[in-house]
Nanobody, 121 residues
Framework: QVQLVESGGGLVQPGGSLRLSCAASGSIISINTMGWYRQAPGKQRDVVATITSGGSTNYADSVKGRFTISRDNYKNTVYLQMNSLKPEDTAVYYC???????????????WGQGTLVTVSS
């Protein structure tokens, strides 16, 4: 089994910063792409940022220049540094990873439990 555990969410004022973390654990052989997604109440889940095993990144237009995704392959952890936060960034943020498990022949998608980020005065 593989588990993704997120942390770092909370309440922050507009213009503030938060850093989200997501650590993968279990019988992991390797992890391919990791990413952050978010879902606001009543809306669909959208991609925020992704990062490949080689460090190539992609960002949603709405967060470019404000958010930075990074990863530590040794710790099987992905991060999302969020700066200049806006009220429209308020959402539940989910971690995602493509993981090759021990004894498996294919990569499978895994999701974290989600962490709430609220941007408000």
């Amino acid at each position: 089994q593989v588990q993704l555990v997120e942390s770092g969410g909370g309440l922050v004022q507009p213009g503030g910063s938060l850093r989200l973390s997501c650590a993968a654990s279990g019988s992991i052989i390797s992890i391919n792409t990791m990413g952050w997604y978010r879902q606001a109440p009543g809306k669909q889940r959208d991609v925020v940022a992704t990062i490949t095993s080689g460090g190539s990144t992609n960002y949603a237009d709405s967060v470019k220049g404000r958010f930075t995704i990074s990863r530590d392959n040794y710790k099987n952890t992905v991060y999302l540094q969020m700066n200049s936060l806006k009220p429209e960034d308020t959402a539940v943020y989910y971690c995602n990873a493509l993981v090759l498990r021990s004894g498996s022949w294919q990569y499978l998608e895994h999701w974290g439990q989600g962490t709430l980020v609220t941007v408000s005065s």
